[in-house]
């Protein structure tokens, strides 16, 4: 339960970044192009992202890194 003054940070550290998303667009569109079934196809689903992924080389965060408690830390919880 979050308490009055800690922010709501939510989100996971498994979860994509755009830098990952643009890899996986690129290369799924051009397996399409080439004429994998299964790429176009699977393309087909996520069309939107021909708007939101840009045509310019992306330096957008990968994954997330984690972040540990501090030994002195551990103990207080």
Same mark, same amino acid.
């Given at each position: 339960?979050?308490?009055?003054?800690?922010?709501?940070?939510? %989100?996971?550290?498994?979860?994509?970044?755009?830098?990952?998303?643009?890899?996986?667009?690129?290369? @799924?569109?051009?397996?399409?192009?080439?004429?994998? @079934?299964?790429?176009? *196809?699977?393309?087909?689903? *996520? !069309?939107?992202?021909?708007?939101?992924?840009?045509?310019?080389?992306? !330096? %957008?965060?990968?994954?997330? !890194?984690?972040?540990?408690?501090?030994?002195?830390?551990?103990?207080?919880?």
């Amino acid at each position: 339960m979050l308490g009055a003054g800690r922010p709501a940070v939510r %989100g996971s550290l498994a979860a994509p970044g755009w830098g990952d998303i643009t890899d996986w667009w690129r290369s @799924l569109s051009s397996a399409a192009a080439e004429g994998d @079934l299964r790429a176009a *196809y699977t393309r087909s689903g *996520y !069309q939107f992202l021909d708007a939101v992924v840009p045509d310019h080389p992306v !330096q %957008g965060r990968r994954r997330a !890194q984690g972040t540990f408690a501090l030994r002195s830390d551990a103990g207080k919880h």
